[in-house]
């Protein structure tokens, strides 16, 4: 069975443990708690050398890490993954895009929300990181409003169906209030929430 190395809090972790879930791919939950440093261990690093959670064993000795690179795998031969090769590329598109300009910004000013007291030297650049999640959460309502020349209202983010791009920037879209984020003025944003909830075995994230 997949081992899946996880920390219920994690939005990143969460992609995986929502994703296997609905894809039913069966697999073992081990929890390492990443504020005690359970991910720094000489044991996990020789395993996992970015020493960061989520990841996966496999039973065979292979090994994954990187949240959407764990995605890719499991979903790229389903219904989750687009067949054609641009819409594919979209979906990376999307999935960078929660990478480097969303996840930096509202996962981080969730993470300082949840632990005031954990010493991070970025906590002095939080104005920053407030902004950079208000341009995140800008582009991706503009996406799904459909505000472009030519466009049009979006239920989801790549061919009009539900992939892991969704998975992706659902993780810590929906949790973003607990960062001190407000989506009021992001309607199709909070319509889109509310259809990436209604999925098939949809699970919730969890503190713990």
């Known amino acids: 069975m997949i081992r899946l190395y996880d920390y219920l809090p994690s939005g990143n972790s969460y992609k995986v443990r929502l994703l296997l879930t609905q894809l039913q791919i069966p697999f073992e939950r081990i929890e390492l708690d990443i504020i005690k440093g359970l991910t720094r261990t000489r044991e996990f690093l020789r395993k996992f050398p970015n ?6 064993e496999f039973d065979d000795g292979r090994r994954l890490f990187e949240s959407n690179a764990i995605m890719w795998h499991f979903a790229e031969t389903t219904s989750l993954g687009p067949k054609d090769p641009f819409e594919r590329a979209r979906v990376l598109q999307w999935m960078f895009f929660e990478q480097y300009s969303h996840e930096p910004y509202i996962a981080v000013a969730r993470f300082f929300a949840m632990h005031p007291d954990h010493p991070d030297e970025r906590r002095g650049g939080l104005p920053r990181i407030i902004r950079g999640g208000y341009d995140a959460l ?10 472009g020349e030519g466009d ?13 791009a969704d998975i992706a920037l659902y993780a810590y879209t929906h949790v973003a209030h607990e960062g001190g984020f407000d989506l009021a003025n992001y ?3 909070r319509q889109w929430l509310a259809r990436v909830k209604s999925q098939p075995r949809h699970i919730p994230i969890t503190h713990g």
């Open 152 to 164: 049009h209202p979006r239920e989801f983010f790549v061919g009009g169906q539900y992939t892991i």
């Open 51 to 56: 020493g960061r959670i989520p990841a996966v």
């Open 138 to 147: 800008g582009v991706m309502e503009s996406h799904l409003a459909g505000s």
């Open 187 to 189: 309607p199709a944003i």
